[in-house]
């Protein structure tokens, strides 16, 4: 029983079909994986086993009673925890929605339950998606399965780490400015930020709404691509959703063909800053890009140096606004000021506001309300968007010569708990080769690159495409993965040190 939950997403969809398992005994399966690892990975804020069962359950029925069903009908899924989900908790990591359960599902939510995917539960993350390491969460950190001592990335480090983990085989997970990346590349596992409106925001609770995009995770490049086609596609429901079909991404997984392909390495995204052993894997990457028949050539992308920047204006500006709802009387808990008889509603917001966020949020909203304030508009937040057109600008140029750019998606490995929490602004590097993608709205794919030489941690190679180019990834993507999977004589993955309680 064990061994299930080491399969792929796509061999649970076609054993399922074949009826050779059930969606109950996958279901289960994860379920006691998580029971046993959860004491040492808290990857997961809030695990639904009866309701998962139950859609497990129904599914079997419907097969049983052959029914048409969805391909991907009984494989089970966790859900970061800023995504709505009607009778589950939502959270976003922080004390401000503690207990609060909300009455709908956001559309992607809609979308797996009308697949017949049991919902495992609500992940991990750093407070309303702002951070790199989870260590912002209000409900205490996620570990890395590849050591426990270390941060499995941010925000969406409870979805990787679950991933990793083998306690799901797929999860959802958002990126703003790397969240669904960057914890991928530091736990050995695949991550997808579709285009931007490739994937509804209905019911994400919103960090920044002109970068925020939900996608996939997994551990494969065909399974990350599957679960993007579970989740696309147009939706009334969210003003800048694309109407468009999704493009082919299973397809393109499937194929693996780079034949004839352009990969541009981006100048500013690699070398200098990144660590050696993600350096070293990148190279080794693209070598491997280039004997499986693609081209390589190189790219010049000279305001990237100016992104990190213009999103540190950027995202906490809208944050700032997009937080205000959290006001003791909309949304959340209310707290009332001690020691004040009959207290203004100012009052009650303020000490609400005080007790309800974290530390980083605070700081964020601060930046946000400063770059917004009136006398410094034009000069921070106008600035920022000015810089994200160049960035765009560069992309489009970039993307004449290319047809997908690459670059290391994180410059270091998994780094250890505590050593960046004092120092925001290293904190913030972290996304330095994530954060382009979501200025301009493009889709980004990060992929296991191999384990660092100096550490041997796992490190991840990134690849961007352009707007709605999203099946691009994916072929880049699965014919890197053949390759090095051929290499490592396996999955990254199966070269994880075992965690304490394994075999429980
Ligand atoms: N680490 C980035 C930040 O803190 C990314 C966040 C995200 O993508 N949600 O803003």
Same mark, same amino acid.
């Given at each position: 029983?064990? *061994?299930?939950?080491? @399969? #792929? ?12 398992? %059930? %969606? ?13 690892? *959860? ?51 939502? =959270? ?17 939510? =809609? ?15 750093? *407070?309303?998606?702002? +951070? ?13 399965? @590849? ?18 983990? &083998? ?5 959802? +997970?958002?990126?703003? !400015? ?19 409106? +490739? ?10 709404? #002109?970068?925020?995009?939900?996608? $996939? ?14 989740? !696309?596609?147009?939706? $009334? ?26 990969? +541009? ?5 690699? !070398? ?31 305001? &990237? ?14 944050? %700032? ?35 309800? &966020? ?36 560069? &992309? ?11 670059? $290391? ?41 191999? /384990? ?46 075992? /965690? ?5």
């Amino acid at each position: 029983m064990r *061994e299930l939950v080491r @399969w #792929s997403a796509a061999t649970m969809a076609d054993a399922l079909a074949r009826r050779e398992v %059930s %969606s109950v005994e996958l279901t289960q399966a994860h379920l006691d994986r998580i029971a046993a690892l *959860e004491p040492q990975v808290h990857a997961f804020l809030h695990v639904d086993a009866e309701g998962a069962l139950a859609q497990a359950k129904a599914v079997d029925e419907q097969r049983a009673a052959g029914a048409d069903l969805h391909v991907m009908a009984g494989v089970p899924i966790a859900v970061k925890d800023v995504v709505t989900t009607a009778g589950l908790p939502t =959270t976003c990591g922080s004390r401000m929605l503690e207990g609060w359960v909300p009455p709908y599902d956001a559309t992607l939510v =809609t979308k797996l339950r009308a697949a017949g995917m049991p919902i495992l539960g609500k992940t991990n993350m750093d *407070e309303f998606a702002m +951070g790199s390491s989870t260590e912002h969460s209000a409900y205490g950190p996620t570990r890395n399965p @590849w050591d426990l001592g270390r941060i499995p990335g941010g925000s969406g480090g409870g979805s990787a780490a679950a991933v990793a983990a &083998f306690e799901a085989p797929l999860a959802i +997970g958002t990126d703003t !400015g790397g969240s669904i990346r960057q914890p991928a590349a530091v736990t050995g596992t695949v991550g997808t930020k579709p285009t931007y409106g +490739g994937v509804s925001r209905y019911g994400l609770v919103a960090l920044a709404s #002109s970068l925020d995009q939900a996608g $996939p995770c997994a551990r494969t490049a065909l399974d990350t691509a599957l679960l993007h086609a579970v989740i !696309g596609g147009y939706d $009334p429901r969210d003003s800048t959703s694309i109407q468009a079909p999704v493009p082919p991404v299973v397809g393109a997984a499937q194929r693996a063909d780079v034949s004839g392909m352009r990969i +541009g390495v981006v100048r500013q995204l690699s !070398g200098e800053g990144y660590q050696a052993g993600v350096q070293a894997n990148f190279e080794a990457a693209v070598a491997l890009l280039v004997e499986a028949g693609a081209q390589v050539v190189e790219v010049d992308c000279p305001s &990237f140096a100016y992104a990190l920047s213009a999103y540190y204006l950027i995202l906490p500006s809208e944050a %700032s606004s997009n937080l205000a709802k959290f006001d003791a009387m909309r949304y959340g808990i209310r707290v009332l000021p001690e020691g004040v008889a009959d207290p203004s509603a100012e009052q009650v917001m303020a000490a609400t506001r005080e007790a309800g &966020f974290g530390p980083e949020v605070k700081r964020r909203i601060i930046l946000g309300t400063y770059a917004l304030s009136s006398g410094y508009y034009d000069a921070y937040y106008g600035q920022a968007q000015k810089v994200r057109r160049l960035i765009a600008q560069d &992309f489009d140029r970039a993307f004449e010569v290319a047809d997908v750019l690459v670059s $290391p998606t994180a410059p270091t490995t998994a780094f250890e708990f505590g050593s960046k929490l004092d120092d925001p602004l290293s904190m913030y590097l972290n996304d330095v080769a994530t954060i382009p993608a979501n200025l301009a709205g493009l889709p980004g794919m990060s992929l296991p690159s191999g /384990l660092a030489d100096e550490d041997g941690l796992p490190t991840g190679v990134q690849i961007l495409a352009p707007a709605m180019g999203d099946d691009r990834l994916y072929a880049a993507g699965a014919a890197l993965e053949r390759a090095l999977t051929a290499r490592w004589g396996g999955h990254l993955l199966d070269r994880a040190p075992a /965690l304490p309680r394994e075999d429980q």
